[in-house]
């Protein structure tokens, strides 16, 4: 018993291994790039914009080709990957109250930026 | 546009979007169990956002300096420390899961179910290796470093709940993974998709999507955490 809305076409979706090793490879290679922008100690916008930058790559790869993403419907895609979307409003109303929750515990409740030194 | 239930034609683009949406019978023309796995991922999305965004503001609102990720998460064998070491192999042995795990759905269409239950069993054997690293990696700030969910040596008081949490869900759905992965690759095995779904094994693809969705957690974990 098939079950329903499998078609020939679409339910069965089998591509070339290579793409999935292809894509495999990249992950690592990626995963290496972002692993030593930490090691090499880059610092301010460089180390952001890389790790960044590597993040998307790989979450890009891994949802298209594993995720099978680039395969699917548009209505499908669209359902999926624009709510994630409305996330970014979030981020940024959230990044500006945190900016200003800041500010006022330094200016109002007169505290004062603390450096606590690691014992070992 | 004739169509059936199944078959209705694809469009491109827009067209294709406005034409699915008004479709009579079905808007997604996916078996209902990927439809429905993708909604899950999607709320899952969310809960995993709500989580990071709330270990930004924390961090961006305190005024104590936050622990140094690459300094917390070193190990040194007998030298200098490395910065992060565990994390990156965490990171390969994840990787390594979704290569063997996209392999196992692959296999699982082309109908062999010796490859794809091996495959899946290796992924699940990767995904628990991870839990065992991430459960080492515990022991040793709760242990070693006496780092609280309410109070660390390191520096912000938060840093310990905000790891705890993050990682802990995570950790959590890595688990629940490990033994979903094995319920449907001892069902491959015993040729329960032959029996029951026709042949069918979409359910690998579907358990497929959960692990890959573990895995692109751990891709914003492993760069909003430990990198920044």
Redesign the interface.
């Given at each position: 018993m098939a079950q329903a809305g499998t078609s020939p076409a679409e339910g069965h979706q089998e591509h070339p291994l290579g793409i999935y090793l292809g894509v495999w490879i990249l992950l690592f290679v990626l995963s290496t790039f972002s692993y030593m922008v930490d090691y090499l100690n880059f610092q301010g916008l460089l180390r952001w914009g890389l790790i960044l930058l590597f993040m998307f790559l790989k979450a890009g790869l891994i949802i298209a080709v594993f995720m099978h993403i680039a395969w699917e419907r548009l209505v499908l895609i669209c359902a999926i990957l624009l709510p994630p979307l409305c996330l970014t409003v979030f981020i940024g109303m959230m990044a500006i109250e945190a900016d200003y929750t800041f500010l006022t515990r330094l200016t109002v409740f007169g505290e004062a930026p603390q450096i606590v030194a690691p014992h070992h | 546009m004739t169509a059936t239930?199944?078959?209705a034609p694809?469009r491109?683009?827009?067209e294709?979007?406005v034409s699915?949406?008004s479709d009579d019978k079905?808007?997604?023309?996916?078996?209902?169990?990927k439809?429905m796995m993708?909604i899950f991922?999607?709320s899952d999305?969310?809960i995993f956002?709500c989580f990071l965004?709330g270990y930004?503001?924390v961090r961006?609102?305190?005024?104590?300096?936050w622990?140094v990720p690459?300094?917390v998460f070193a190990l040194s064998f007998g030298g200098e420390p490395i910065?992060?070491i565990l994390i990156?192999i965490m990171?390969?042995v994840l990787?390594t899961s979704?290569?063997t795990?996209?392999?196992a759905v692959?296999y699982g269409?082309?109908g062999n179910k010796k490859i794809t239950v091996i495959l899946m069993l290796a992924t699940a054997a990767l995904g628990a290796t991870f839990v065992g690293m991430q459960v080492f990696e515990w022991s040793k700030l709760i242990l070693d470093e006496g780092v609280r969910p309410w109070v660390n040596?390191?520096?912000?008081a938060q840093f310990g709940s905000v790891f705890f949490m993050i990682t802990g869900f995570h950790g959590l759905h890595v688990s629940a993974g490990v033994i979903y992965l094995s319920v449907i690759a001892y069902r491959v095995g015993t040729g329960y998709y032959d029996r029951?779904?026709?042949g069918?094994y979409?359910m690998v693809?579907i358990c497929?999507?959960y692990w890959?969705?573990v895995?692109?957690v751990w891709?914003?974990i492993?760069?909003?955490f430990?990198?920044?």
């Open positions: - | 239930a199944d078959t694809m491109i683009g827009l294709g979007v699915d949406l079905q808007v997604f023309h996916v078996p209902w169990g439809a993708w991922l999607l999305t969310f956002s965004i930004m503001k961006m609102t305190t005024t104590v300096n622990p690459s300094e910065p992060l990156a990171t390969f990787i979704s290569g795990m996209a392999l692959n269409y082309r040596p390191m520096g912000a029951h779904r026709g069918n979409e693809e497929g999507l890959h969705f895995d692109l891709v914003f492993f760069a909003f430990y990198l920044w």
